[in-house]
């Protein structure tokens, strides 16, 4: 059996230590837009208009820590951008709100950036190649790379 191919992870739930913080991480930095709050304890979060990308709440972790390395738990959460120009505008915010980056890299299919939010969860932003681009083997399998990415070159397009 396999999943039809409109299949979408429609959104990610976050435990945070704090919920306001986290807020001003999603919302006033990468710009999503809160849909919905519960007082201290939990916000809906998301990008045009949709009920919720993302769901951020202290339920079980207010004023919690980040899971120590070495233990299981969430990667990160990736973000797809539409274009490269919505990606380098994401990026420009990020470095302007003085956010350290865990690394970037082109792929080959897309073009990511890695950093991690105030709670110490992985977050990727990225944004695909079109498909008729990607790199492929002899055998027409999917050759994805971890190539540098160059920063400088795609905060140019920002603007």
């Known amino acids: 059996m396999t999943l039809p191919a409109a299949t979408r992870i429609g959104h990610v739930h ?3 230590a704090d919920l306001d913080r986290a807020i001003a991480f999603y919302s006033g930095v990468l710009g999503f ?16 208009g949709y009920h919720h990308h993302l769901g951020l709440n202290t339920r079980e972790s207010l004023g919690g ?5 070495g233990h299981t738990g969430l990667y990160h959460t990736a973000i797809l951008f539409p274009d490269r120009r919505s990606l380098a505008q994401a990026l420009a ?3 302007q709100a003085g956010i350290p980056l865990d690394g970037a890299a082109d792929h080959g299919v ?7 939010d105030p709670d110490g969860n992985g977050v990727e932003f990225y944004r695909d190649r079109p498909q008729a681009e990607w790199p492929r083997d002899s055998a027409g399998n999917l050759a994805m790379g971890n190539a540098r990415l160059d920063l400088r070159a795609l905060l140019a397009e920002a603007d």
Do not use: M, N
Request: proline share 12%; glycine share 6%.
């Open 14 to 16: 976050l435990k945070v």
């Open 65 to 69: 820590s980040p899971p120590p390395p």
């Open 110 to 116: 897309s073009e990511a950036i890695y950093l991690r």
């Open 93 to 95: 915010r990020v470095l």
């Open 33 to 48: 837009q809160v849909t919905q709050r519960y007082g201290a304890q939990a916000a809906f979060l998301s990008a045009g």
